[in-house]
Nanobody
């Protein structure tokens, strides 16, 4: 039901920064629970960071202190600021939205961190 489009992925050197964006459809964006997931080849998809409609945030231990999730409800947008990137952060990153008992997914954007 919710359409999501990610952007901002690319190739970056270790120690660098990258900012991912996610544009969401719908008139109730403020009520969506939003999150960033990532999946590396041969690994399970994992939750990187999430934020609720009340702007509470949670982070995976592996990214805590380096990544920041934020949202702009006036623009129906979700962001992930990634700092101090490591080769282990290389993965396809997906935007996800939880609303009315359903989870929607974006198409994913590739992030590659070179050493």
């Amino acid at each position: 039901q919710v359409q999501l489009v990610e952007s901002g992925g690319g190739l970056v050197q270790a120690g660098g920064s990258l900012r991912l964006s996610c544009a969401a459809s719908g008139s109730a964006f403020r009520l969506y629970v939003m999150g960033w997931y990532r999946q590396a080849p041969g690994k399970q998809r994992e939750l990187v960071a999430s934020t609720s409609s009340r702007d509470s945030t949670d982070y995976a231990d592996s990214v805590k202190g380096r990544f920041i999730i934020s949202r702009d409800n006036s623009k129906n947008a979700l962001y992930l600021q990634m700092n101090s990137l490591k080769p282990e952060d290389t993965a396809v990153y997906y935007c996800a939205a939880g609303y009315r008992g359903q989870t929607s997914w974006g198409q994913g954007t590739q992030v590659t961190v070179s050493s």
